[in-house]
């Protein structure tokens, strides 16, 4: 995150401490599929991670967000939703910005916890393509859990990175965390961006042919996860940080065909080298190649179908879930705090653990800018989803779209830089 971050939270979730008892769940999905959303610990044994205090292999939290059919194989709908922090995650960022116990972990999302990708039939032949997205130093892989499963519903399968010791923390399934380390110097830098793009690697590696587990319900996931999604049609995107990681990642990795940097800066071999395939630079209201760093060279160095969009009303802090939690928690769950389907605290299996639980809210406008801009959180996700939506199906699917031609009068939120 950039130094504002953890004051633009505080604002964000200031209005939490007077509604503790209510239970916040973001608005429903947009697109045509229900999604699913399994948490997964990927332990990546092929080296020392060089970031971890201890050393030993790094271990990641990764979240899938995944199109399917929430039954089961008797037609029985079973879709339970979760949190979208753990109880750790929860406390750490109420402690961080000083908000009330068990604010936090009242966040509910629309995705069904840990069913089958793609629905219960093992023969499934449906394919989505598949993208990878990388946090902004300092935040959390889960500050971005409403981007990731609004695109998932639109027939993508999303998996969102949790980097050790870049995110502000990492919580395991069993108990233990990673606490980000400050990284300032050039040279620590340098490291961390190596270690971000290596993990995004990993994760694409080893669900397209790593080993498989041995048995259970991770090696179910992990079959079903293999013929749900299309590893030959791979896009990368990120926020900020996450964002120089996607370019790097395609920089390295030529599996990638298309990027996206939501309003990050460009530094390092990518911004000088360039790409030979498409990548969108989507910025902030007064962020774009004329006013960021490294993206007038970048921008010049790329080869391939290439934009740069800003969108109005925006600031850096609106390309996480903020908006979002911060309406849901300004309302109140809209005076419902419903609580239905199954609720189960401290689930655990050999993937995740997890609670779920139900609760209502409805859009709202806001009151202040708060360090997010001064957008409507329901109209940012449109505008957002339309343009990432539009670019990974022209990239990924070969389907051309009028979005990325030019100003488009059903936003006029989207201006074109180039």
Same mark, same amino acid.
């Given at each position: *995150? ?39 610990? *990927? ?17 990641? *939290? ?34 961080? $910005? ?63 990175? +949790? ?15 990673? $606490?980000?380390?400050? *990284? ?78 939501? +309003? ?40 391939? @179908?290439?934009? +740069? ?40 299996? +050999? ?28 109209? @940012? ?22 979005? $990325? ?14």
């Amino acid at each position: *995150m950039k130094p504002s971050s953890a004051k633009s939270l505080s604002i964000l979730l200031a209005l939490a401490s007077a509604a503790v008892g209510q239970i916040y769940q973001y608005p429903p999905l947009t697109g045509p599929y229900e999604v699913g959303l399994t948490n997964v610990e *990927m332990l990546d044994s092929r080296g020392v991670d060089v970031l971890a205090p201890a050393g030993g292999p790094r271990d990641l *939290m990764v979240s899938v967000f995944y199109p399917t059919v929430p039954t089961n194989t008797s037609g029985t709908r079973i879709c339970r939703r979760s949190p979208v922090f753990p109880p750790q995650t929860a406390a750490y960022f109420e402690d961080q $910005l000083g908000l009330a116990n068990g604010t936090v972990g009242r966040l509910y999302g629309n995705s069904c916890w840990n069913v089958v990708p793609g629905g219960p039939d093992a023969n499934t032949t449906a394919t989505y393509p598949v993208l990878l997205f990388s946090p902004d130093h300092g935040a959390s892989r889960l500050f971005y859990a409403g981007i990731a499963e609004l695109l998932s519903s639109y027939g993508y399968v999303v998996f969102t990175i +949790d980097h050790p010791y870049s995110v502000g923390i990492v919580e395991y399934p069993d108990g233990r965390t990673a $606490l980000r380390r400050n *990284m300032r110097s050039p040279g620590e830098v340098s490291v961390l961006l190596r270690s971000t793009k290596r993990d995004a690697d990993f994760v694409y590696s080893y669900f397209r042919n790593g080993t498989l587990p041995l048995g259970g319900t991770a090696r179910a996931f992990v079959e079903g996860l293999r013929r749900t999604g299309d590893f030959d049609r791979v896009g990368v995107f990120g926020h900020s940080f996450g964002g120089n990681t996607a370019a790097a990642a395609l920089l390295n990795n030529t599996a990638y065909k298309c990027g996206v940097n939501l +309003d990050g800066p460009v530094f390092g071999p990518a911004a000088q080298a360039g790409l030979d395939r498409p990548f969108l630079l989507v910025g902030a209201e007064t962020n774009n190649r004329t006013a960021y760093p490294g993206w007038t060279d970048f921008y010049s160095n790329l080869r391939g @179908f290439k934009r +740069d969009i800003t969108i109005k009303g925006t600031a850096h802090q609106s390309f996480t879930d903020g908006l979002r939690i911060q309406e849901a928690i300004a309302q109140g769950g809209n005076g419902n705090g419903t609580v239905s389907g199954d609720v189960t605290a401290n689930v655990t299996t +050999d993937i995740t653990a997890d609670g779920t639980a139900l609760g209502v809210f409805a859009n709202s406008q806001r009151a202040d800018d708060g360090g997010f801009g001064t957008i409507n959180s329901q109209r @940012f996700y449109a505008v957002l989803n339309a343009y990432l939506e539009e670019f990974f199906r022209c990239c990924l699917n070969n389907e051309t779209g009028p979005l $990325l031609s030019g100003p488009n009068p059903a936003y006029p939120e989207v201006e074109f830089v180039g």
